[in-house]
């Protein structure tokens, strides 16, 4: 399908390793990815990023992508016009907490701590990354999401919600318990929040019809764009990760491309080129 705009998540989908936008998943040099870029723009198709990154990050990368837009923090904020016009979704933030943040109500609550608490060894702030982040608490580990929300309702917070960003390569700087298995990125949240709900929300704004929109990803959370558009690509990289296959066969617009990462995105960006 030939796409009247692109929604991207960026790491571990535009971009490689360590955020290069010039290396493959093997850390080879390539010039691929930028290459599809350039098509991308000179057909005059829209790119808006959509990340876990915060604000200002991903208005930063919009610049540096010449993107027409940036959806922040798995779908908390949304910015256009180089983040002059912005929307904000507050989800299932109860209503007693009205203006303040959902990281603000999470200090407040002690949720977190009690939730690492809860996982020794197992989950931890995703530091030095985290400090920045308003409407998410940015955290990394091993742990099943599923028994996490279960908590979080005994707990009497189940407005909030723990989301699986894939995963990252373990570090020195980690403290979690030695394990073969790879750690994950999480997010903890308020439930309604989402990159799709963020999608759907701007496409309405741009009058696009979503059946016109296609959307690139690799984790889970990207998994939620594919209801707002009429094609979700997932990596290959994404698609290999323990779990992603029988995820994505329930999915029935989402393809696999052939390559990992940046090689990926520029099959799936090729993909739905207007062809003239």
């Known amino acids: 399908m030939a796409a009247r705009i692109v929604y991207t998540d960026l790491d571990g989908t535009m971009v490689g390793p360590r955020g290069s936008f010039w290396h493959t998943a093997a850390r080879d040099l390539t010039a691929d990815p930028a290459t599809a870029l350039l098509e991308l723009h000179r057909a005059g198709v829209?790119?808006?990023?959509?990340s876990g990154r915060t604000f200002e990050q991903v208005v930063e990368a919009a610049r540096i992508f010449a993107a027409d837009g940036a959806i922040a923090e798995l779908g908390a904020v949304l910015a256009w016009d180089g983040g002059r016009g912005t929307h904000r979704?507050?989800?299932?933030?109860?209503a007693e907490h009205a203006g303040r943040t959902p990281m603000e109500v999470m200090a407040s609550l002690g949720v977190v701590e009690q939730l690492v608490a809860a996982h020794p060894?197992?989950?931890?702030?995703?530091?030095p990354w985290h400090t920045t982040h308003d409407t998410d608490a940015l955290l990394r580990g091993r742990v099943d999401p599923v028994a996490v929300d279960a908590w979080l309702?005994?707990?009497g917070v189940g407005w909030l919600?723990?989301?699986?960003?894939?995963?990252?390569?373990?570090t020195s700087r980690m403290t979690l318990d030695p394990d073969p298995a790879p750690p994950r990125v999480?997010?903890?949240?308020?439930?309604?929040?989402s990159?799709?709900?963020a999608i759907a929300w701007d496409l309405e704004r741009r009058g696009i019809d979503p059946a016109d929109a296609v959307a690139i990803g690799d984790s889970v959370s990207d998994l939620d764009m594919a209801p707002a558009v009429g094609r979700l690509w997932i990596t290959a990289n994404g698609a290999g990760v323990d779990g992603m296959a029988d995820r994505i066969a329930a999915v029935p617009n989402a393809t696999v491309t052939d390559a990992a990462m940046g090689e990926g995105w520029a099959q799936a960006v090729r993909a739905v080129l207007p062809v003239h």
Do not use: C, S
């Open 46 to 50: 829209p790119l808006v990023l959509v």
């Open 195 to 197: 990159k799709g709900a």
């Open 161 to 170: 919600t723990l989301k699986d960003n894939g995963a990252i390569p373990a």
């Open 186 to 193: 999480y997010h903890l949240m308020p439930r309604g929040i």
């Open 153 to 155: 309702a005994e707990q």
């Open 121 to 127: 060894g197992r989950l931890e702030w995703h530091a």
């Open 89 to 94: 979704f507050t989800g299932e933030l109860p």
